[in-house]
């Protein structure tokens, strides 16, 4: 029988060996590779002292007893982000590269758990050479139960995942599941079969960042929100990205105390969209004027470029914008923007954030691709997501707003609350010349000048349909502003929108288009 | 004719009384104020010279004093761009107030789960 003083010993040493990780080589080890240990990672997320570990002691039953590592390759807790309660969990991958075993999904579900019932975010720190091959089913299953709390999680807590180094395989499921994945640039990667195997069956010779790195995820696949260069520049992310997040969804993101004016009226608006529509501006400059000073963080910023989602903050308050860009593509909606949009929309909806949607589209991209790829379900998915957000939401008609686009942009037919619109807007059915071409096809094929009168018809089309007042009188505009006042107008619209209740039809849950 | 002379001179002695205390009240008050000055300083009024310098700045160099102040803002930057604590007018989650979650969760809890007739 132990004496009290060995039984704490045994403790402490214990403790003691948990902290070590997989001990001073394979720390050192990782630092060489440019990456930080599991609790380095953590102490630079966390509040100093607020960390309170879970299953530091718990050891794999399987694994030889020179292979046990108290915590067996990740470390679980709750801790506090800027004041804020989180769950959190970071794979250790100088234990055993971070394996995947049935001891480290029981820690990571009995976090996941009780930060479902407490209502706190979750926040994933991956860094694991996949699953651990020789605890066999017993590893895939441990993958199953962390994957089905990621989507009971899904809407009800916030859930970010980071991905610091390797992520492979079935392991890359549970990131998906979440609503965010930060990358970092030097280190993570992510992809479901290796580089070994793309070249047996393929014969092509990649790295692994070619092939799943962030810049791949970023821009191409569209599978990563966010990256940085290194794992602090990636946790620095995660914290200013949970500054516009709430808890959970029954409550509100943090509101900052206002720092930027609420009445500035920026005159520069007025002669940002150029007189000749053929030419683009930068959608960024527009929200960079219009919301809190520096107040922006961009999501999908290198993937499909041709719409601008992000979170923003309007009078200190949190909000999710989403704009077109015109200086790309001109603004047309194709299926990777459709998708950006949709997601954006519902991942604010899920969480409170209220919506401003600035509308500059000449519709949806044409073209056999789009088509073939299934751009009418892709489409679809904005219309689904509009209609289905309870959040309070506001469009602004800055120039285009062509045809089906129109309509899927947060019209007031998808329960949109204010509309507003620029002089500059541009609302109708289709294109002048297109429409012109089909109402005067009859006049135009007889006339003695077919250009000239083409010219007359499209200028009479464009003061008839083309302006915002047209739609204004039909009520689908409810106000016709100036740019310069759009912030303050922004800011009281929301302000008499914060408290809005919207009910949806009671079902299991809705059929997305996907 | 007597009465309106009467009157006359009552309103001249009357307002020539009133401004005649104004103006003794004036005289009080600037003698008041002169009196009352603070006694100006040579040393005050002259700039710090090098020394008295250094020492109101801790020995930095004027190129430190900038890296500190640049410093001091971008931290505020960050933390409010964290919106952290001190930056934050809404706590969210907050365990001192009622908070929703816990309000509609424990309404949720407290509903019969007998069929309502």
Known sequence: MESPEEQLETLRRLRERALQGGGPERIAQQHARGKLTARERLALLLDPGSFQEIGALATSPIADEDQRVPGDGTVTGFGKINGRRVAVYAQDFTVMGGSFSAVQANKICRMQDLAIESGIPIIGLNDSGGARIQEGVRSLAAYGEVFVRNVLASGVVPQISAILGPCAGGAVYSPALTDFIIMSESTGYMFLTGPDVIKAVSGRDLSVQELGGAAVHCTRSGVAHLSAPDDRAVIELIKRLLSYLPQNNSEDPPQIMPYDRADRVETALNTLVPADERQGYDAHTLINLIFDYDSFLEIQPLFAQNAVVGFARLDGYAVGVVANQPAIMAGALDIDASDKIARFVRICDAFNIPLITFVDTPGFLPGIEQEYGGVIRHGAKIIYAYSEATVPKISVVVRKAIGGAYVAMSSKQLRCDLNFAWPSAQIAVMGAEGAVRILRREELRTAADPARLMEEFVAEYRRRYFNPYHAADLGQIDEVIEPAETRPRLIRALEILRTKVQQNPPRKHGLYPS | ?117
């Open chain 2, 1 to 117: 004719m007597n009465d309106i002379g009467f009157g006359l001179t009552m309103t001249v002695v009357g307002m020539g009384s009133v401004f005649g205390v104004l103006m003794v009240v004036w005289g009080v008050l600037i003698l008041i104020s002169r009196i009352d000055r603070p006694e100006t300083s040579e040393s005050t009024a002259q700039t710090l010279d090098e020394t008295q310098l250094a020492a109101a700045t801790n020995q930095l160099a004027p190129e430190e004093i900038a890296a500190i102040a640049v410093a001091v803002s971008l931290y505020a930057a960050s933390l409010r761009r964290e919106a952290a604590p001190t930056m934050r007018s809404y706590w969210p989650g907050s365990l001192l107030f009622a908070s929703r979650w816990v309000a509609a969760g424990r309404t949720r809890q407290n509903q019969s789960w007998q069929r309502r007739r």
